[in-house]
């Protein structure tokens, strides 16, 4: 991939860079690596890796104005949710042109009835209003970006479907080629036919995320595949500028919860690094206690945490939520560091509540698909066991859009449901003025 040097003026990052390096997580190890080291893992240990900053020259002060300032400006730079809040993204050199399609921005709203429904203030911060539908784009500009300053042709994913479509559309933009695996004919229709038209090469291979990721795993050195799951420290840099949005569109109030479904567990962890920024930074004095959830058939997790135990041990994943459908999730350690950080909870809910907590949403107009509604599922079962107040102040985080899985929606009708919704008429306008008769007598 060519990087180009003088990009075009509205790519371009102007601000100085501060100094930046990959370091290993596990105490005791701690080893860095420059930016450009080729594994994702440390050498010395095998435990994750971040990307840690030098962020003394930062004036903090004037950074929320800055952000601020900068929503009128039409660089793609500053529209995108993520550049916009570069100085908290310093990996990348001056100059350099970021892969960007004007991702985040995406909006904070209200869901009283669902509130009511969970028994808290709630908010949510919709991740399905993405390029491509999810979360996932946050993190994929900034790890394409990453791939492009290392000059990688090719770059590879295991996924359950919404990082396969991200990476596919960012790679698309990077001219890069987009090789993904996915579990046989589990993953969504729609989230396949993204990856597709943006042109990835799809090995649909084994039953589950793991299984793909593990064999991936085994080829990305062998083959010179940039790797871009969130085991990739720069994908969970991207995923962290949720918290700049999200704090910036409460006036910098701290929320008491905030709340995510887990599946490999990147998602929580990049939200725990970048609150722990923040308040390294003084932006914020204080921390939300994030909350993650996870699907009862596939929440190791979970029961890592409610066992007490120290080790994660991987399962068999099974749920109708196929975006989170993963046994072995490789990000656990950042995660358990992420609750510890901000005395955070974990939970865990069945389909069941899933699709319940889906059919709250819709009552407030708001869509999802099946994994993000996890969270507002957990929300409500940890009011009902007391561990989250009635009346709390909570903001939950809807990482897909309604349409990634539009099949289970009308799968989760009931037949009652769908008769009084779903009408087959004849074109004849007797039997139309009928139809229309018994649906007036209905909302009457
Ligand atoms: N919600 C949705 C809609 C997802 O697609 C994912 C993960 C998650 C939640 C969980 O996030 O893995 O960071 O804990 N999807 C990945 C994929 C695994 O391949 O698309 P996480």
Same mark, same amino acid.
């Given at each position: 991939?060519?990087?180009?040097?003088?990009?075009?003026?509205?790519?371009?990052? #102007?601000?100085?860079?501060?100094?930046?390096?990959?370091?290993?997580?596990?105490?005791?190890?701690?080893?860095?690596?420059?930016?450009?080291?080729?594994?994702?893992?440390?050498?010395?240990?095998?435990?994750?890796?971040?990307?840690?900053?030098?962020?003394?020259?930062?004036?903090?002060?004037?950074?929320?104005?800055?952000?601020?300032?900068?929503?009128?400006?039409?660089?793609?730079?500053?529209?995108? @949710?993520?550049?916009?809040?570069?100085?908290?993204?310093?990996?990348?050199?001056?100059?350099?042109?970021?892969?960007?399609?004007?991702?985040?921005?995406?909006?904070?709203?209200?869901?009283?009835?669902?509130?009511?429904?969970?028994?808290?203030?709630?908010?949510?911060?919709?991740?399905?209003?993405?390029?491509?539908?999810?979360?996932?784009?946050?993190?994929?500009?900034?790890?394409?970006?990453?791939?492009?300053?290392?000059?990688?042709?090719?770059?590879?994913?295991?996924?359950?479907?919404?990082?396969?479509?991200?990476?596919?559309?960012?790679?698309?933009?990077?001219?890069?080629?987009?090789?993904?695996?996915?579990?046989?004919?589990?993953?969504?229709?729609?989230?396949?036919?993204?990856?597709?038209?943006?042109?990835?090469?799809?090995?649909?291979?084994?039953?589950?995320?793991?299984?793909?990721?593990?064999?991936?795993?085994?080829?990305?050195?062998?083959?010179?595949?940039?790797?871009?799951?969130?085991?990739?420290?720069?994908?969970?840099?991207?995923?962290?500028?949720?918290?700049?949005?999200?704090?910036?569109?409460?006036?910098?109030?701290?929320?008491?919860?905030?709340?995510?479904?887990?599946?490999?567990?990147?998602?929580?962890?990049?939200?725990?690094?970048?609150?722990?920024?923040?308040?390294?930074? @003084?932006?914020?004095?204080?921390?939300?206690?994030?909350?993650?959830?996870?699907?009862?058939?596939?929440?190791?997790?979970?029961?890592?945490?409610?066992?007490?135990?120290?080790?994660?041990? #991987?399962?068999?994943?099974?749920?109708?939520?196929?975006?989170?459908?993963?046994?072995?999730?490789?990000?656990?350690?950042?995660?358990?560091?992420?609750?510890?950080?901000?005395?955070?909870?974990?939970?865990?809910?069945?389909?069941?509540?899933?699709?319940?907590?889906?059919?709250?949403?819709?009552?407030?107009?708001?869509?999802?698909?099946?994994?993000?509604?996890?969270?507002?599922?957990?929300?409500?079962?940890?009011?009902?066991?007391?561990?989250?107040?009635?009346?709390?102040?909570?903001?939950?985080?809807?990482?897909?859009?309604?349409?990634?899985?539009?099949?289970?929606?009308?799968?989760?009708?009931?037949?009652?449901?769908?008769?009084?919704?779903?009408?087959?008429?004849? #074109?004849?306008?007797?039997?139309?003025?009928?139809?229309?008769?018994?649906?007036?007598?209905?909302?009457?």
């Amino acid at each position: 991939m060519r990087v180009q040097k003088a990009p075009r003026e509205d790519h371009e990052l #102007p601000d100085s860079m501060t100094s930046a390096f990959l370091q290993c997580i596990e105490q005791g190890c701690e080893r860095r690596y420059p930016l450009d080291a080729k594994e994702h893992l440390c050498s010395a240990c095998g435990a994750l890796l971040d990307v840690r900053y030098d962020f003394s020259q930062i004036d903090a002060k004037s950074l929320s104005k800055l952000w601020q300032q900068r929503k009128i400006s039409s660089a793609i730079t500053d529209q995108s @949710g993520v550049w916009r809040f570069r100085e908290l993204l310093p990996f990348v050199p001056a100059g350099t042109e970021v892969i960007s399609l004007s991702e985040g921005r995406t909006p904070l709203i209200e869901v009283n009835r669902t509130g009511e429904w969970a028994g808290v203030q709630l908010s949510i911060k919709h991740q399905g209003n993405n390029p491509t539908g999810s979360f996932k784009d946050l993190g994929m500009t900034a790890c394409i970006t990453q791939a492009a300053i290392l000059g990688s042709r090719v770059t590879a994913c295991a996924s359950t479907g919404n990082t396969s479509a991200s990476m596919a559309a960012y790679a698309a933009r990077a001219g890069m080629k987009a090789v993904v695996f996915v579990p046989f004919g589990k993953i969504s229709t729609a989230k396949l036919a993204q990856a597709l038209e943006f042109g990835a090469v799809v090995i649909e291979m084994g039953d589950n995320f793991d299984q793909a990721f593990r064999m991936l795993r085994e080829l990305t050195d062998e083959l010179g595949l940039y790797l871009v799951n969130s085991l990739n420290p720069f994908r969970l840099e991207g995923q962290k500028t949720i918290v700049c949005e999200i704090l910036e569109q409460r006036d910098w109030r701290v929320p008491d919860y905030l709340v995510l479904p887990g599946g490999n567990l990147g998602n929580v962890s990049s939200v725990g690094k970048g609150l722990q920024e923040l308040r390294q930074l @003084g932006l914020i004095d204080k921390l939300p206690r994030l909350v993650v959830v996870q699907a009862e058939g596939a929440s190791p997790f979970y029961n890592m945490i409610a066992a007490g135990a120290d080790e994660i041990v #991987p399962i068999q994943p099974r749920t109708e939520a196929s975006a989170i459908r993963i046994g072995n999730p490789v990000n656990w350690k950042k995660a358990l560091r992420a609750l510890r950080l901000t005395d955070g909870l974990c939970e865990s809910v069945t389909d069941e509540q899933i699709f319940e907590a889906k059919a709250a949403l819709a009552k407030d107009g708001v869509g999802c698909e099946p994994a993000s509604a996890a969270s507002v599922a957990g929300i409500q079962k940890l009011v009902q066991s007391g561990k989250i107040e009635d009346g709390a102040d909570v903001v939950a985080v809807l990482t897909g859009h309604q349409l990634k899985d539009p099949e289970i929606s009308i799968k989760r009708r009931s037949e009652r449901e769908l008769a009084q919704q779903r009408l087959h008429v004849e #074109p004849d306008i007797d039997k139309l003025r009928a139809a229309l008769e018994s649906v007036m007598l209905q909302s009457a």
